[in-house]
């Protein structure tokens, strides 16, 4: 099953017109992360979602797992998070210290540089792979 998953792969990139700065979002059929580049170099980035069920324990410790589901503990399950796809309605909001991702109208995730991790919108608790968004983290 998980090799299906994982040919169900969407990767977008969002240039800021203003700089050298980018931002990847990749789903790759098993989990998504947003990743904040500078001159194509990785500077920010944050776990969005996971699409495989959510494990019980960490994967971290096992670094051929990688990219990394977050796990239950760290995770809300109250919430549904758009996906990112292709016909996803997608906007990056650019500020001089980092960038919000938007999908179809939902604020899912605040990148700055060298926040690693970032902020999203489904931690529940901050982890290795995320903090929440919800943590006093405001855009602009």
């Given at each position: ?49 996971n699409v495989a069920p959510t ?86």
């Amino acid at each position: 099953m998980a090799a299906s998953l994982k040919n169900e792969s969407t990767v977008l990139r969002f240039d800021d017109t203003h700089s050298q700065r980018s931002v990847v979002l990749e789903d790759d059929g098993r989990v998504a992360y947003a990743y904040l580049l500078v001159e194509d170099r990785i500077v920010g980035d944050v776990w969005l979602y996971n699409v495989a069920p959510t494990p019980e324990a960490p994967e971290w410790p096992d670094r051929s797992k990688m990219p990394f589901l977050n796990p239950r503990g760290f995770v809300q399950t109250n919430t549904v998070e758009p996906r990112i796809t292709h016909t996803a309605l997608i906007r990056c909001d650019w500020d001089d210290a980092g960038v919000d991702v938007l999908i179809d109208g939902i604020r899912v995730a605040r990148l700055a540089t060298g926040a690693k991790p970032g902020w999203s919108r489904l931690a529940l608790k901050a982890g290795p792979l995320a903090r929440p968004l919800s943590e006093g983290v405001t855009s602009g």
